[in-house]
């Protein structure tokens, strides 16, 4: 006669519980994007408000959304000093609560003057250089090799994610900044649940604490057999521990690369013209038309769009690889910037096409955005986390987001000047040149290391003992 072991629901309950932490913790690690997201589309309807019920200069609404750009690369400056001295996940925490004061009561004061809204502006992009440049590194430290390449695209999925959410509020609120930034910022109350993120394990292995090492592994992976991953993240903490960088590493052709590779990849996410036409995605419809839907109605269709491409990129990314991704990603990009380009040509040559094509400028605008998602948007940020050596992780990845930016905020000051003086059609034609020249670096010097340990990542980069030198 057979028995059966009774049923223990509570014992069921807790071990699904422990198979959803690795993904629970690269989630809540990545919600930095989504106030990210939230502050890159604030700037499409709060600009519009200001232009048309404010009366503000375009100097004003030009500082006011660029001004962004500059806290992010302040913020991400900031980061091999601050990350020194305190854990990431901490560091990820207690940058919400000045992000969430600043929405709340900077950024909703009733007076709207530029300077208030300029200070603002600047502490969330501090907030999201910090993000940024951290929330990378963090993942690539909590996550399984196996699914790494999936939960690091989880950063560009929730900046979308902030993007829908500030696209859907601008919708929905016919009212002043004020109200705007107020329904924006109560949002910001979402990172709360960071404060449960426990420090990495390598984290702990660094400062010589194995007990909470292995208590922090445990807690991110579905079992408990855990051994040959801490002696791997051992390993890797014995080859970085204590180490003096000097200019030699820099000789090393492998770790050139990979530097090569952040700082190549982060230039080429801020130059294709996406996070702009984000910024100004209000009037960019108003002005080159968005078919029978309003343009706001367009802008909630291309925040959803780029919502499920960046799920697609996130499950494929361990299938077919980055290299891939990036080089179809930044391909499709310069078709349809091309195809939008000779829109506007023919448009301008005969103002009747306006009425004949009028679907073409929100459909290639919306399939560039879909295209950017599907590899450059999420794996930009992908690679900060697992390209570089240990050694120079922190620094390199930090200049590569604040160089990326500042590219950014140069290009956004002078996008008005070049269309004036070269033509939408030119400016899109010449957008697309650099994606495709983007394309072939990306082929070229993209490393794929889906299915690595970051162990075995560091050993490939066969740092010598002369290299760096023992403190």
Not at 219 to 247: A, C, G, P, Y
Not at 275 to 294: K, Q
Not at 423 to 440: D, Y
Request: aromatic share 12%.
């Amino acid at each position: 006669m057979t028995t059966t072991a009774p049923r223990n629901d509570r014992w069921n309950f807790f071990v699904l519980v422990q198979k959803l932490n690795p993904y629970f913790g690269a989630f809540v690690a990545s919600l930095g994007g989504f106030a990210l997201g939230i502050s890159l589309a604030w700037n499409s309807k709060a600009s519009k408000m200001f232009r048309d019920h404010l009366d503000a200069t375009g100097t004003e609404i030009g500082l006011i959304g660029g001004i962004l750009n500059a806290g992010i690369c302040v913020g991400a400056i900031l980061v091999p000093f601050i990350a020194e001295r305190f854990s990431r996940a901490r560091i990820l925490f207690w940058t919400m609560p000045p992000l969430v004061i600043t929405w709340m009561y900077i950024m909703g004061n009733r007076s709207e003057q530029v300077v208030i809204l300029m200070t603002g502006r600047f502490i969330c992009g501090i907030c999201g250089g910090i993000y940024s440049v951290l929330t990378p590194i963090y993942v690539a430290e909590i996550t399984r090799k196996e699914v790494r390449g999936r939960h690091l695209a989880y950063f560009q999925v929730l900046i979308n994610c902030g993007i829908m959410y500030a696209f859907s509020v601008a919708h929905a609120i016919e009212e002043t900044v004020w109200w705007y930034s107020k329904v924006c910022g109560f949002a910001c109350f979402l990172l709360v649940p960071q404060v449960m993120l426990p420090n990495s394990p390598f984290h702990y292995l660094f400062r010589n604490d194995e007990t909470n090492a292995v208590v922090s592994l445990e807690w991110f992976r579905d079992t408990n057999d855990v051994q040959h991953e801490l002696n791997e993240l051992k390993q890797l903490v014995h080859t970085t521990r204590s180490r003096k960088i000097n200019m030699k590493l820099l000789k090393n052709r492998r770790v050139l690369r990979s530097i090569v590779t952040c700082i190549g990849v982060m230039l080429g996410q801020n130059l294709c013209g996406a996070n702009m036409m984000i910024f100004h995605a209000l009037t960019l419809f108003d002005i080159t038309g968005s078919g029978e839907l309003t343009g706001s109605e367009q802008t909630m269709v291309i925040g959803a769009v780029q919502i499920l491409v960046s799920f697609l990129a996130a499950s494929l990314v361990d299938v077919l690889g980055r290299r891939i991704l990036l080089t179809v990603s930044c391909l499709l990009m310069g078709v349809f910037l091309i195809l939008l380009g000779w829109f506007f040509s023919v448009r301008d040559a005969d103002p009747e096409y306006d009425d004949i094509y009028f679907w073409m400028s929100p459909t290639w605008i919306t399939l560039m955005f879909a295209s950017y998602n599907l590899g450059l948007g999420p794996i930009s940020w992908s690679i900060l986390g697992d390209t570089l050596p240990e050694e120079l992780k922190n620094l390199v990845a930090s200049a590569a987001v604040a160089l990326g930016w500042l590219v950014s905020l140069l290009a956004s000051l002078s996008f008005e000047e070049m269309v004036v003086m070269l033509g939408a059609t030119k400016v899109m034609w010449g957008s697309a040149a650099i994606c495709w020249l983007i394309a072939l670096f990306c082929a070229i010097v993209v490393k794929d290391n889906t299915g690595k340990s970051l162990l075995e990542i560091q050993k490939e980069f066969r740092i010598e003992a002369d290299t760096v030198v023992e403190t």
